[in-house]
């Protein structure tokens, strides 16, 4: 099934909610434009999933104009841009329609001189076309120059209101219902960022019941062996869906749990419609750590919860001893270790140009370096993970 990000990606001004200044504000710089300005370049910028490179292409079908799309890649490679691309730009338009200059997250760039930025100056320079260029985060110190040559357009964080009332339009599109209170929960947990709320909407709508989605607190804590005896035994129902809340315990953690535990309990078409549900769930999460989406791990949860728990026809009774997966769980956690390791080693390595074998090596030490010198942290962008793994 396709994205409904994609499915429902605005066409026209009027779908576009809650950037009308800013919608306002690039009409009249394109309305204004020649090419004897002083400033032919805008940069709309602001945080993800608020309708950066939505509204560049929504510009362009409603001025009827020729969208040109570079991106950050196409400034480095300066043979395909002088030979290929810069013709290209310079040219009119061959149906006669005005022509706007895309350069879709310019953040990508990078400021050396073999990186791309000082093409992009010169382009904005030398252009007939105005150019629309977006950023997540323009306050990025290499992109002063940047700054200096163009217009800078702000747009807003979508807020919670607006948010419900695009993904009750998309749900009427597709005909699907939603509790009125899901939505809401939904939209307030998006945070201002509408790509990752119609994701949530989209998971949530391929849930089987979807009414039973609640986000509740946490109950009293209830070891694992016992979620695994709720889940495996009892009949789903709305509380299992809060089990592994009050688990103490890491979602990969639980994941490995389940998977040793499931043929203990289900045989036949149970055991084949969990592990495939198992499998669904693996996917996800590779899905939440690439895109970073990790309020989506609320969902996971839902899937091993409720998922696995309503795979089976009735509830079932008699005693059973759940395995620990110790063996899986050992090898798991081992690789996480060397992982967060390794990318610390990457970044130190960089940083202090040596080779990254000598980092691993030296890793006992750097860790030290690190630990000591608080600024060096932040000079390297460890992340929160990583940082923990340092403080272990
Ligand atoms: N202001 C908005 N109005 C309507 N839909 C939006 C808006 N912003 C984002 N979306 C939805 O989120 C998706 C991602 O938006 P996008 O423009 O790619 O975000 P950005 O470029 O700011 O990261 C779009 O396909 C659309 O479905
Ligand atoms: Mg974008």
């Known amino acids: 099934m396709s994205p409904w990000v994609e499915r429902h990606r605005p066409k026209y001004f009027s779908e576009v909610k809650g950037q009308d200044e800013a919608i306002y504000k690039i009409r009249r710089f394109l ?33 009827d104009s020729e969208l040109f799309e570079l991106n950050a890649s196409d400034f480095r ?17 061959l149906l006669n329609k005005n022509k706007i200059i895309l350069v879709d997250e310019v953040d990508g760039i990078s400021s050396t001189d ?5 093409e992009l100056l010169s382009l904005i320079e030398t252009s007939t076309f105005p150019i629309l260029i977006t950023a997540n985060d323009i306050w990025d110190s290499k992109l002063s120059p940047l700054r200096k040559k163009s217009e800078l357009i702000q747009l807003k964080e979508i807020d919670y209101k607006t948010i419900k009332d695009v993904l009750i339009w998309i749900l009427r599109k597709e005909k699907h ?6 939505l809401t929960k939904i939209a307030i947990q998006a945070k201002g960022d509408l790509r990752a709320a119609i994701n949530d909407l989209q998971t949530i709508s391929e849930m089987q019941d979807s009414s039973k989605v609640t986000f509740d607190e946490r ?3 209830v070891d694992i062996f016992n979620a695994m005896k709720l889940i495996f035994k009892g009949r789903a129902t709305e509380s299992t869906l809060k089990l592994f809340d009050s688990v ?24 084949a419609r969990a592990y495939e549900l ?32 309503s795979v089976k026809k009735n509830a079932k009774t008699g005693f059973t001893t759940y395995k620990r997966p110790t063996r899986i769980l050992k090898i798991w956690m081992n690789n996480q270790r060397t992982a967060k390791k390794k990318s610390i080693a990457i970044k130190y390595a960089e940083y202090c140009h040596i080779a990254q074998k000598r980092a691993m090596k030296e890793f006992p030490i750097i860790k030290q370096i690190i630990n000591s010198n608080p600024s060096i942290s932040k000079e390297l962008k ?11």
């Not at 490679?77 to 338009?93: F, V, Y």
């Not at 073999?114 to 000082?118: F, S």
């Not at 103490?248 to 055991?271: A, C, F, H, V």
Request: charged residues 30%.
């Open 31 to 63: 309305e204004e434009f020649n090419s004897e300005k002083s400033k032919k370049a805008i940069v709309l910028h602001g945080s993800p999933g608020i309708g950066k490179t939505t509204i560049a292409h929504v510009i362009a079908k409603e001025t």
């Open 77 to 93: 490679d300066k043979k395909r841009l002088e030979e290929i691309l810069k013709p290209a730009i310079e040219q009119k338009s």
């Open 114 to 118: 073999r990186g791309g930025l000082p």
């Open 177 to 182: 219902f939603i509790d009125n209170e899901v």
């Open 219 to 221: 109950n009293k804590e």
């Open 248 to 271: 103490n315990m890491s979602i990969d953690e639980i994941i490995l749990w389940i998977e040793e535990n499931i043929p203990m309990e289900y045989s036949g078409k149970e055991l």
């Open 278 to 309: 198992l499998s669904k769930t693996d996917l996800f999460k590779g899905r939440i750590y690439k895109q970073q989406y990790w309020r989506f791990l609320v969902y996971e949860n839902i899937f091993l919860s409720y998922g696995i728990s």
């Open 382 to 392: 460890l992340d929160n993970e990583e940082l923990e793994y340092l403080r272990g």
